[in-house]
Each structure stands twice: as structure tokens, then as C-alpha cells.
């Protein structure tokens, strides 16, 4: 697993160049156009399982899924910040992208430190050294697994007869 440390104020633009937002639609053609211009070795060196460590106010700018679905489909774990716009958070949470919250840990980190992470019970380990966060909400870790929140609810939904509402 692989850390990729960035700064305060990452904006959508950033994490998905706006030139693309209406020719690139699936997670295919989204994909090589993440960090492209922020950090243009991004997604030729991410792996599934690596985390992204940012400062404060990640995802700010416009409202758009493809950072998003970007940023799982490379494969990122989880993005470990001082805080997150809120807009962003919300698209994390409905494509199934965990956003953890912990500005302890994120000044904690050097470059270099182990980083673990435990959703479950709300704690980053960090070159051992730990840090708790709440919790996440069964929900959002059931949205995690089952890919997103239309897939979360399809499955939800799955035998039941909703013709007559």
C-alpha cells in the first residue's frame, strides 16, 4: 500500500480536469485523466489498496461524480484528510469511496510511516502510533461492499413489490 500525500484545497478540477467532465462518462475513460494535472505520475503509479492523505477542505469546487468514481476505479482504499467539502463527501459516500476525517493523523503522517487503517472500529495506526475517528455507520460500509448506493439499493430492494406505491 502506497500513500499519496497532498495539501489543503483540493478541488474537483484537480482530482478530474473539468476539459473532460462531458466527453468521459464510464469509470474506464474517467480513470487515466485522474490527478493529471495535480500529480501527472498518479495513475501510472497507484495500486488497489493505496490511500490518499490530504489536508483540509478535499473535493471543494464543482459538483461532479467522475473525481469519484475516478478515484475508486484506480483502486484508492480510502482518502484519510483534515476535512472534505461537503458536496464531495456525499458523492463518496453514494459511489462507495470511504472518506475517513482525522486531522490528528494526517499532521501525525511523514512520509515513509506504516499507515493502518481500521474502519470497523475507527482507528488509523500510524508507524504505531494510534488515532480514533468515529466510527463508520454499518450503511456506509454496506454501500462500500456493495459498490455504491444504486447498487446498495437495488439490493436492498431485491424480491420486493413496489408496483403498488
Request: hydrophobic share 35%; aromatic share 10%; net charge neutral.
Amino acid at each position: 500500500m502506497k500513500i499519496w500525500r497532498y495539501g489543503d484545497n483540493i478541488n474537483t478540477d484537480m482530482l478530474f480536469p473539468g476539459k473532460y467532465t462531458y466527453t468521459c462518462s464510464t469509470p474506464e475513460e474517467i480513470k487515466p485523466h485522474i490527478l493529471e494535472d495535480l500529480d501527472p505520475a498518479f495513475t501510472k503509479g497507484v495500486n488497489e489498496g493505496d490511500i490518499i492523505l490530504a489536508g483540509k477542505n478535499f473535493g471543494c469546487g464543482s459538483s461532479r461524480e467522475q473525481p469519484v468514481v475516478g478515484l475508486k476505479e484506480v483502486g484508492i482504499q480510502a482518502v484519510l484528510a483534515e476535512s472534505f467539502a461537503r458536496i464531495f463527501y456525499r458523492s463518496a459516500i453514494n459511489q462507495g469511496l470511504i472518506l475517513i476525517e482525522c486531522p490528528e493523523a494526517v499532521r501525525a503522517y511523514s512520509d515513509g510511516d506504516m499507515v493502518e487503517l481500521n474502519m470497523k472500529e475507527g482507528e488509523i495506526k500510524i508507524t504505531g502510533k494510534s488515532f480514533s475517528f468515529p466510527k463508520l455507520p454499518t450503511e456506509i460500509l454496506a454501500i462500500r461492499k456493495a459498490g455504491g448506493l444504486i447498487a446498495y439499493t437495488r439490493e436492498k430492494l431485491k424480491g420486493k413489490n413496489y408496483t403498488n406505491y
